[in-house]
């Protein structure tokens, strides 16, 4: 029942997508960072994800004409399309392509997903509906897990919940890039309620993100919240907000918690953690694989990287020993050679540097906005730490906040221009433009 229900949900949104495809941008992000499905425990029932992309795509064709130009002009979309060549030749000229088709199928659908977000979302107004519902998407999730370990006295969650994020680490790794967009987008509403809604979903989720145990969780959001400090004209309110948020969980689990964290304070430390060192061998052996296969990888994906392992490790323990390269930049130059992981490279931190620059030059300007570059900046940033220690090529997460970036700084020349109009329109009227308040 709950399975239908959703379904004739996914439906009427796909139908209206087709006729306003921005509508299916946001249900496109709603679904896949909140995963309605996994909650109806209808996961596998229905192709939602596909018939949601299906409906946007084609109501996208009648925009293609007027907004492409912008799309195309935009160097985040031009690193991202530059990172498909060495993507696909990976695929054709992998060992064995057939075990690269799926993964690049699921691939290609995020990355279709995440364009027509700078598609469509060219408007000041469009961005900042859409920054929020991410922000409302990953903090439900947050809110969730979070709540129950605060009901319960503190938990701690050794798996995921579903989809993309099956296990602990990874969720750990979305809620921690979710944070930053909490943080920021109840700014950029005005309505109380969910501004309320988001500060709470912060404070949870945070708390989600230290049920989890995960230690990549952890440096993924203490570098978000370096970034969101780095920002803050109120540095010692901040600190003290922040350690508001996160002293409930913390000393609820304090024990099990920081006996975890500790693994992190050296080498001797982690020398007695078996999966660190279970990850440190995988590494190894992972940099043996790309040195006989240097330029396009063996095959995108991993399963033939897995069918290499017992190649590149001690035949004794091959059978024990883990499949998994739990570092997204060593993977990708596994699977797809050293040009792929150089493309993607440029691209995240291309991106990072892009909203960066785009911050400060909103701050210059005393614009309100400048947070909207600077959540999906922070954002990156918590995924770019994260990702060493995960491998997480094909996590959409990613491929939205980057498409997001490409959408804003489309926005970006727009809305300085009508705030420098807007002053200028001000100052002939013979008030102090400094004192102007623009409407966010």
């Not at 109806?40 to 004409?65: D, R």
């Amino acid at each position: 029942m709950r399975a239908f229900l959703l379904l004739a949900i996914i439906v009427l949104l796909a139908i209206v997508a087709v006729i306003r495809p921005k509508i299916g941008v946001y249900s496109v992000v709603w679904f896949s960072l909140m995963r309605p499905d996994v909650w109806a425990w209808a996961a596998n029932s229905y192709p939602y994800a596909l018939i949601l992309e299906v409906g946007t795509l084609i109501g996208s064709v009648q925009y293609m004409h007027q907004q492409s130009g912008a799309l195309l002009r935009s160097p985040i979309f031009r690193m991202l399309a530059v990172l498909q060549i060495p993507l696909a030749l990976s695929v054709v000229l992998a060992l064995h392509p057939s075990l690269c088709y799926e993964a690049y199928r699921w691939y290609a659908g995020c990355v279709v997903s995440a364009v027509l977000i700078a598609l469509l979302i060219q408007t000041e107004k469009d961005f900042r509906y859409l920054l929020v519902i991410a922000a409302l998407s990953i903090g439900y999730l947050g809110a969730r897990f979070g709540l129950y370990g605060l009901i319960h006295g503190g938990v701690r969650y050794s798996s995921g919940y579903g989809g993309s994020l099956g296990d602990n680490n990874t969720m750990a790794l979305a809620l921690s890039m979710g944070v930053p967009l909490g943080w920021y987008a109840k700014d950029l509403i005005g309505n109380v309620f969910v501004r309320l809604s988001l500060i709470g979903s912060v404070f949870l989720t945070i708390g989600a993100i230290v049920f989890t145990h995960s230690r990549g969780g952890a440096l993924s959001l203490a570098a978000a919240f370096l970034v969101i400090l780095i920002h803050s004209r109120r540095r010692l309110i901040l600190i003290a907000a922040l350690a508001i948020l996160t002293g409930p969980s913390l000393y609820l689990v304090r024990d099990s918690y920081f006996d975890r964290m500790s693994t992190l304070n050296g080498v001797q430390t982690a020398k007695k953690d078996e999966s660190i060192m279970d990850r440190v061998e995988t590494a190894r052996a992972a940099r043996r694989m790309w040195a006989d296969y240097p330029l396009i990888g063996v095959g995108f994906g991993n399963l033939n990287q897995r069918a290499l392992w017992y190649r590149y490790v001690d035949t004794k323990v091959a059978g024990n020993f883990p499949l998994v390269i739990h570092n997204t930049y060593l993977q990708m130059l596994v699977d797809s050679g050293t040009f792929a992981l150089l493309a993607y490279l440029i691209l995240l931190f291309g991106t990072i540097i892009l909203l960066e620059r785009s911050t400060l030059r909103l701050r210059r300007l005393e614009s309100p906005l400048q947070l909207c570059p600077l959540g999906i900046e922070a954002a990156l940033v918590a995924f770019a730490v994260g990702s060493t220690f995960l491998s997480r090529i094909t996590f959409d997460f990613a491929y939205f906040l980057l498409m997001m970036g490409a959408a804003w700084l489309i926005v970006e020349p727009e809305h300085i221009e009508s705030l420098r109009e807007q002053r200028e329109n001000e100052a002939e009227d013979g008030a102090d433009p400094r004192f102007v308040e623009v409407n966010a």
